[in-house]
């Protein structure tokens, strides 16, 4: 964990927390309880999970939205979106159900908010070469080289999942989360954010990968980096 992370304090009321989760049996109540230490409201979208993921935080203090098939991690967040827009969130901040990011580190977040609060705040992984496996180290690099030219702004990490996203960004910023986003979304609305404006900042984080987080991983290295390519071909040279 990062040591000049502070414990002690939740994280404003007006900040939620979601939590995608999709077939995360294995973690999910462990990230969940940890994570209600940080914050006050948080919100687990089950995206059609088969291993009863939901069942196991369904005690917990949590909102749990069930979705029944699996839509990808696009349109698990923006259920998760809209239930904490309703609930008149100011931001939200986004972190992975798998265990690999630290929820006591949410104070990163909140903290730099307060210093930008029009801002999207990624946590970067890339500042520690030595924790980020190989393929997902150069795959990002090579991936945020190209992110950046479309945005216009230098992405030191363009597909993290732990960030914060205010409000008002929310309700103004789109971008594409039907079932082929999949993990495009994270990379499209830094895009989108960037080029209406928006500020992006980042916070160096700490991230945990399984011995065998390339079997466990969801991300399809030649579907979902197809996906990547096309749409940022689509932001380059189509404008849109």
Known sequence: MNP?????????????????????APTIR???E?????????????D???DGTGDLIKDLPVKLIRQEKNGGKASALMRGFEHALSASAGAV??????????PEE????????????THIVVGSRLWNRAAVPG????ANRFASFWVSWASGVRLEDRQSGFRLYPASLLKAVGASYGAGSGFTFESEILINAA????????????VTYPADHMQSTHYDHVRDNARMVKMIFRKLLLRR
């Open 30 to 32: 462990g990230v969940v």
């Open 4 to 24: 000049s992370v502070s414990v002690a304090a939740k994280a404003p009321a007006d900040v939620h927390v979601l939590i995608p989760a999709y077939d995360e």
């Open 48 to 50: 059609g999970s088969q």
């Open 135 to 138: 393929i997902r180290y150069w």
């Open 195 to 206: 080029r209406a404006g928006y500020g992006i900042s980042f916070v160096p984080i700490t």
């Open 106 to 117: 949410i104070r990163l977040f909140a903290e730099a908010h307060l210093l930008h609060p």
């Open 34 to 46: 940890r994570t209600l230490r940080q914050a006050d409201h948080v919100i687990v979208v089950d």
């Open 93 to 102: 901040i986004t972190l992975d159900a798998d265990g690999q990011h630290q």
